[in-house]
């Protein structure tokens, strides 16, 4: 267990240490980040997970990418307001990268984890993950993604 949870602590590394690199975070909260990701993975590696550890997770994850989009919006901000040696430091911090894509593809994958251990209960909460999951990638654009949910729905839920 511990194997997994490290391994999917060290793909999340390089989108970390993007963000760290741009200033969007610091390298406290960079620790802060991986120590909540550690212990959420934690919980969904073991046998009696439960759909609150996956929708927890995820709000979090969300939490965390609201943030770094205000920080990059602010980056861009004071990009507009530098000169000269400033503004390319500035720029370079909010020119895009890495960091800015893995939060995102990182709350998708939560998703499908979820579905794919409690997408099938017919209790209320099977649907409602696929709804939300649904309104998530409808608000990112994931226009691709929404379409094989709705398939994958469809499969699985007949005449819903």
């Known amino acids: 267990m511990a194997e997994n949870v490290e391994l999917a602590l060290e793909r999340m ?4 240490q993007d963000l760290e690199k741009r200033r969007i975070f610091e390298p406290s909260e960079i620790s802060q980040i991986i120590d909540r990701r550690r212990r959420h993975e934690y919980k969904l590696q073991k046998r009696t997970a439960e759909l609150g550890d996956f929708v927890r ?4 994850e969300l939490r965390l990418e ?12 004071r990009l507009e307001a530098c000169s000269g ?5 500035a720029k370079a911090a909010a020119k ?3 960091g800015d894509f893995a939060g995102v593809r990182h709350v998708h994958k939560l998703f499908e984890r979820a579905l794919n251990k409690f997408g099938q209960r017919a209790d209320g909460a ?5 709804e939300q999951y649904a309104t998530f990638a409808e608000r990112e654009g994931a ?5 094989r949910l709705y398939g994958r729905a469809l499969a699985l839920h007949p005449g819903r």
């Open 57 to 60: 997770y995820i709000e979090d």
């Open 66 to 77: 609201r943030l770094r989009r205000m920080r990059t919006a602010r980056l861009r901000r």
């Open 143 to 147: 226009g691709r993604t929404l379409a």
């Open 85 to 89: 040696e400033e503004r390319d430091a």
């Open 126 to 130: 099977g649907p409602a993950l696929w």
């Open 13 to 16: 590394l390089p989108a970390l």
């Open 96 to 98: 895009g990268g890495e």
